[in-house]
Each structure stands twice: as C-alpha cells, then as structure tokens.
C-alpha cells in the first residue's frame, strides 16, 4: 500500500512533471518573478473559466477576503455575517479590520450557512455576508442573494474550498461558485482544489469600478506608480505560482471529477452503514469535493481517528473548535452563542483522505477498515 496522505500532491505532480518544470524554469530564465507575464495570462484564463469579468490574483486567500471587505468601504463596527464552521481566516479578516462578525448558524446536511439563520441575524448595521462554500459544496446562493439584494447588502463568496464548483439556480441556468457574490475571494494554497506550488490567491468580480479598487488595494493604493490614493496592502502572486497555475487550471475539472469518483467509492461504501453519514449533495450545487467528510453517530470519534492513524490511514477533524469558540475572538463574546448545528458538527464529523490520485486499492483499504472500526 503507497502511504496514504490526505492530500498526495507528489504523485499529481509526477505526472504533470515536464509541464510545470519547463514553465517553472522559464519563468527562472525570464527573471519576471514579479508580475511577469503568466499572471496576467493566468488572470484572464481563470476569468474566462469562472465566467466573471475580473480576476484580481493576490497573495493567498486570507489576503483575498481582506481586500475584498477594504474595498467595499466597511467601517469599524459594522456587522459581517458568516458562517461559525469555516476555516479562521473568514472570520479572521472581519476582526482584523475592526469589524463585527456575527455568527449564524449552518445545516447539518450539506454544512453551509443556514440562509433562515441569516434572516434573523440582518441589523441595520449589517454591511457585509460572506457565505462560505465548505467542502467544495455551494451554498444555497438564490434564496441568499435574494435576501441580501432585499437589504442591499453586498455578498462576498468565500470560494476557497469549492473552485471548479457550480450552482443551478431554479430556473436551470447553472454558474461557477465565487461568480455569483459582488466579489468572490479564492485561495491557492497547495492542498486546495486549484493549487499552487507555494501561497496563491485571487479576487474576482463582475463589477468594473471594484474591480479597479481591489486592483489598487492589492498594490499600495496606487493606480499609478508612486501615487498612493489609499492605504492598501502589498499582495500578488508570484509569476512562478501564475505559470504553475496555468497549467493546473487546464486540468482543473479532471481534478474535480477525480475528487466526485473518490466520494462516489466511500458514499457507496458507507450507505448502509447507521452509524455513519456520508455528505449530503444537494440538487443546486456540483460538489466538487475539497474534504469527504462524515458524521458519525454513536462512535468514539477520538478513539476511531487513533486506530486509522494505527493503520497508516489519516483523517482530520475540520474543525475542532468553531470560530465563535477561537480565544482570538473573545473580545467580541461569542463563546456563549447558541449555534446547536455547529457545535454538533465540531463533535462528530471526521475527513478522510480526498485527492485527485486516489486509486481503487487505496480507497478499498480505507473504507474496508473504516467500517471494521465502526463496527
Ligand atoms: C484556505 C481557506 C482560506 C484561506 O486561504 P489561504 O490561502 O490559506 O490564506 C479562507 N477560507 C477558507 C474557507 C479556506 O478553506
């Protein structure tokens, strides 16, 4: 058995060594490590891919969400709606600019933001929702935007996990995830869906004039050099990442249909299995399987997670403690708030191994075992 990794980015890279090597290596001789022409090229690519006007590349995904929230002219103490159950930097990014998070509570079937939740949770001082496609699953975006439009409240999708996803809204016309918010935010982090070789990320949206300012944001606060109309940050992707995602984005749908074979083996696997809940599909959203995650019922979580480790098989819990619960926020005195869904969710859901190299074998091995454990 090949050791297991949740994520096995050196068999992926193996078999599209030459490519990226000569485009690495290309970049190395151009000497155009900062805005060479791939990022640019990479820009367009994905805008076209995604269906949306502007792709703004940056630094990383964290980055891309601060400098969608800047752009949008937020001021401190103004509420930004977001899911508890998300990885940190969705909520990171709202304290860091002295805003409000305001946490609302997710379904336990498909994981993402509950949109009644969000209707309770609308104050006059809410000036922001940023729904967060977990998993790789899209929220349920049409009831959402209906409701913030009814508000005039921008959304801003956060797209890390779920590139290459779609949603069908109810009268059939299907689009990608991260193209359907006034801006979409993206990560490149290696393990993700759409990754790099380092730290990535990227900005979109359909709007002409946001897309100049989150544009100027990215880069000093300038349009023209050495001319600072705002305070910005300094955030792009490297012309080595650009050139590496360039050729990863070509095959960013073989990658997702990868990760949909995987979930297809362990949902069969599992299906008869009462003690264990396989991810729900919901009809309006292409799953595009950044985690497999289960939840379990009546197992010892911790004590299952020790003996796949015992086996060489690995499983992560994301997350163990919600963001309402991070010591980060304590200022803002959430620890308390009743989110029932997602404190359950915190105690009984556990990944498994999901990527685009995962062979018949290897699942068979992880699901065999699996069920033993659970018994
Ligand atoms: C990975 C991730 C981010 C942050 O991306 P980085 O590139 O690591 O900064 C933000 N939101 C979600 C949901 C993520 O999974």
Redesign the pocket.
């Given at each position: 058995m090949h050791n297991l990794q949740m994520v096995d980015l050196k068999r992926q890279y193996h078999k599209i060594k030459n490519e990226i090597d000569t485009a690495v290596l290309n970049v190395i001789e151009s000497t155009a490590f900062i805005n060479g022409p791939d990022v640019n090229h990479f820009a367009t690519e994905l805008a076209t891919y995604l269906g949306v006007k502007h792709v703004i590349p940056c630094a990383?995904?964290?980055?891309a969400?601060q400098i969608a929230l800047m752009a949008l002219g937020l001021k401190p103490g103004d509420e930004v709606i977001t899911p508890s159950y998300?990885?940190i930097?969705?909520v990171e990014v709202v304290a860091l600019l002295r805003l409000t998070p305001v946490f609302v509570d997710v379904d336990a079937d498909t994981f993402t933001m509950n949109i009644d939740s969000v209707k309770a949770a609308i104050t006059p001082k809410t000036k922001a929702i940023i729904p967060?496609h977990?998993y790789g699953q899209s929220v349920d975006m049409a009831p959402l935007l209906e409701l913030a439009k009814a508000h005039n409240i921008p959304v801003v999708e956060?797209n890390?996990?779920a590139i290459g996803g779609t949603y069908t809204f109810p009268d059939g016309h299907t689009v990608k995830t991260g193209s359907m918010g006034i801006i979409g935010c993206t990560?490149?982090?290696p393990s993700?869906n759409l990754g790099g070789y380092g730290?990535g990320?990227a900005i979109f949206t359909n709007d002409d004039a946001l897309a100049e300012t989150l544009k100027m944001i990215a880069n000093h606060g300038q349009k023209t050099r050495y001319y600072h109309e705002m305070v910005g940050c300094n955030s792009r992707l490297d012309t080595i990442q650009a050139a590496i995602l360039r050729i990863k984005l070509r095959k960013l749908d073989e990658y997702c249909t990868a990760r949909r074979v995987a979930a297809d083996y362990y949902d069969n696997a599992f299906k008869n299995n009462p003690k264990i809940v396989t991810p729900y599909r919901a009809p309006y959203s292409y799953h595009v399987f950044h985690q497999y995650t289960l939840q379990l019922k009546g197992v010892d979580r911790d004590a299952l997670q020790q003996q796949l480790a015992d086996r060489k098989i690995p499983s992560m819990i994301y997350y163990p403690v919600p963001s309402h619960k991070q010591n980060m926020l304590k200022e803002f005195n959430t620890a308390g708030l009743k989110l029932p869904v997602t404190d359950m969710l915190q105690d009984c859901v556990i990944s498994l191994p999901i990527h685009t190299e995962l062979t018949t074998e290897e699942l068979h091995f992880i699901t065999t075992n699996v069920l033993e454990l659970v018994g």
């Open positions: 990383n995904g964290t980055d969400l998300t990885y930097a969705t967060v977990l956060d890390a996990q990560s490149f982090f993700k730290d990320g």
